[in-house]
């Protein structure tokens, strides 16, 4: 519809058409800004609501301020930090994610770290999908990131300790909300963790299917009684 000017001339308006699709990474300043996107909490694949048995473990006492620091070490060694490390590195030189899905969720000792890896992984590459226009078929979370990031002129320890990182910062923000821990203190603690997070990215990077072992039964004993707890925060 035309329509008057200022001046009282006709003016027409323009359709502006706007990109629906991310740019490409050409880059390797383009692929670290992107990681910071998609391991970013703002990121909407619900990782607030899940804490891999870390509530039980704060409920019973077994976590305390004096224990976290602990606890996430012998995650990123022994649990679940590490065989999701591993998958990453599979996934970010492998082609078929098919198989390496099937095999994240054979890693997985209890219901709700099944269910807290597939949904998440679902959620990012419908996301993924969306800001590329390229079909994401729905798997696990370290499989669905380390095939998103395949295709990044990044080092792979580099993409793999990102996401070692972003996930020891989603167990911290647990913790902080449900114990008295501070998030400066909680900030300490990610800080004082990053040493050891670049040397198990680093070991992971060369990792072959035959390192995907995890030896955390506390953990996974905390996983399991969280599904029976009556009153809870978190989904794990």
């Known amino acids: 519809m035309d329509m008057a000017g200022p001046s009282g001339t006709t003016t027409v308006p323009r359709t502006i058409t706007r990109m629906t699709t991310a740019t490409p990474i050409t880059t390797p300043e383009a692929a670290r800004l992107h990681l910071?996107?998609?391991l970013s909490p703002a990121f909407p694949v619900g990782g607030f609501a899940w804490s891999?048995?870390?509530?039980?473990?704060?409920?019973?006492?077994?976590?305390?301020?004096?224990?976290?620091?602990?606890?996430?070490?012998?995650?990123?060694?022994?649990?679940?930090?590490?065989?999701?490390?591993?998958?990453?590195?599979?996934?970010?030189?492998?082609?078929d994610h098919a198989a390496l899905d099937d095999l994240a969720r054979a890693a997985c000792p209890t219901l709700q770290r099944l269910t807290e890896t597939v949904e998440q992984g679902t959620a990012f590459?419908?996301?993924?999908?969306?800001?590329?226009?390229?079909?994401?078929?729905?798997?696990?979370?370290?499989?669905?990131?380390?095939?998103?990031?395949?295709?990044?002129p990044l080092p792979h320890p580099e993409i793999i300790a990102?996401?070692?990182?972003?996930?020891?910062?989603?167990?911290?923000?647990?913790a902080v909300r449900f114990m008295p821990l501070g998030p400066v203190e909680g900030q300490r603690m990610l800080a004082a963790l990053q040493p050891a997070i670049l040397a198990a990215?680093?070991?992971?990077?060369?990792?072959?299917?035959?390192?995907l072992a995890s030896a955390s039964w506390g953990a996974d004993i905390?996983?399991?009684?969280?599904?029976?707890?009556?009153?809870?925060i978190?989904?794990?």
Do not use: K, Y
């Not at 305390?64 to 999701?84: I, K």
């Open 36 to 38: 910071a996107q998609v």
């Open 52 to 95: 891999q048995g870390l509530e039980w473990a704060m409920d019973a006492g077994v976590v305390t301020r004096a224990t976290l620091a602990q606890w996430l070490a012998d995650w990123l060694d022994f649990g679940a930090g590490w065989t999701d490390a591993v998958l990453v590195a599979l996934s970010l030189r492998a082609a």
């Open 125 to 152: 590459a419908a996301n993924i999908a969306a800001l590329t226009g390229r079909h994401q078929p729905p798997v696990a979370l370290p499989v669905a990131f380390g095939r998103a990031c395949a295709a990044m």
């Open 162 to 174: 990102a996401f070692l990182q972003a996930q020891a910062a989603a167990l911290i923000s647990a």
């Open 201 to 211: 990215a680093a070991r992971a990077a060369t990792a072959t299917g035959d390192d």
């Open 222 to 232: 905390a996983a399991m009684r969280h599904e029976t707890m009556p009153v809870r």
């Open 234 to 236: 978190f989904r794990s």
